[in-house]
T-cell receptor, first 114, second 112 residues
Framework: NAGVMQNPRHLVRRRGQEARLRCSPM?????VYWYRQLPEEGLKFMVY????????ESGMPKERFSAEFPKEGPSILRIQQVVRGDSAAYFC????????????FGPGTRLLVL | SQQGEEDPQALSIQEGENATMNCSYK?????LQWYRQNSGRGLVHLIL???NEREKHSGRLRVTLDTSKKSSSLLITASRAADTASYFC????????????WGLGTSLAVNP
């Protein structure tokens, strides 16, 4: 049973470009969470999704950021018109439907905006 | 805003010694979890303690929870060089609120 997969592992973008980060949850998991970690800091919650639904996006900036978790395929975190302050590690986690307490994390995508 | 605050921010010990890290939080919780992060890597779930539990063990790990003081501690006994990592506490609220609120972490260095 493969763990949570994220790709790409590293992403370099110039200011103004778009960044697309993908997350494939563990098999059987229908809950996905995105977190952002700035250098030398802890993680901050961004968004919580179930299949085809955004449940909680209270941690996501209102502009330029969007997330989706379609019926088929991975969850996507999309950042439009990236700025240097978007440089961070973005982690995805997933959890079981029945056991909702433990979240299993992917290896993260490290975004660098030049 | 951050929910948890870990202390110390950094801890350096010798192999074989015990390491204790503390975490405080601000609001009511459903459970508290500890994670480990090796440098530049992903997070590994270590242990979860529910709000109605006071102590939990897993191998060389011992976690306590004091809801009256809104604090938790993580004890790693007989530390090894491989325990060198950052350790984070994260709290989860009740009901449908499943997002984790994270502290800033404790950086542990275990010297051989």
């Amino acid at each position: 049973n493969a763990g949570v997969m994220q790709n790409p592992r590293h992403l370099v973008r110039r200011r103004g470009q778009e960044a697309r980060l993908r997350c494939s949850p563990m098999k059987g998991h229908s809950h996905v969470y995105w977190y952002r970690q700035l250098p030398e800091e802890g993680l901050k919650f961004m968004v919580y999704l179930q299949k085809e639904n955004i449940i909680d996006e209270s941690g996501m900036p209102k502009e330029r950021f969007s997330a989706e978790f379609p019926k088929e395929g991975p969850s996507i975190l999309r950042i439009q018109q990236v700025v240097r302050g978007d440089s961070a590690a973005y982690f995805c986690a997933s959890s079981y439907r029945e056991n909702q307490e433990t979240q299993y994390f992917g290896p993260g995508t490290r975004l660098l905006v030049l | 805003s951050q929910q948890g605050e870990e202390d110390p921010q950094a801890l350096s010990i010798q192999e074989g010694e015990n390491a204790t890290m503390n975490c405080s939080y601000k609001t009511s919780i459903n459970n508290l979890q500890w994670y480990r992060q090796n440098s530049g890597r992903g997070l590994v779930h270590l242990i979860l303690i529910r709000s109605n539990e006071r102590e939990k063990h897993s191998g060389r790990l011992r976690v306590t929870l004091d809801t009256s003081k809104k604090s938790s501690s993580l004890l790693i006994t007989a530390s090894r060089a491989a325990d060198t990592a950052s350790y984070f506490c994260a709290t989860a609220g009740g009901g449908n609120n499943r997002k984790l609120i994270w502290g800033l972490g404790t950086s542990l260095a275990v010297n051989p």
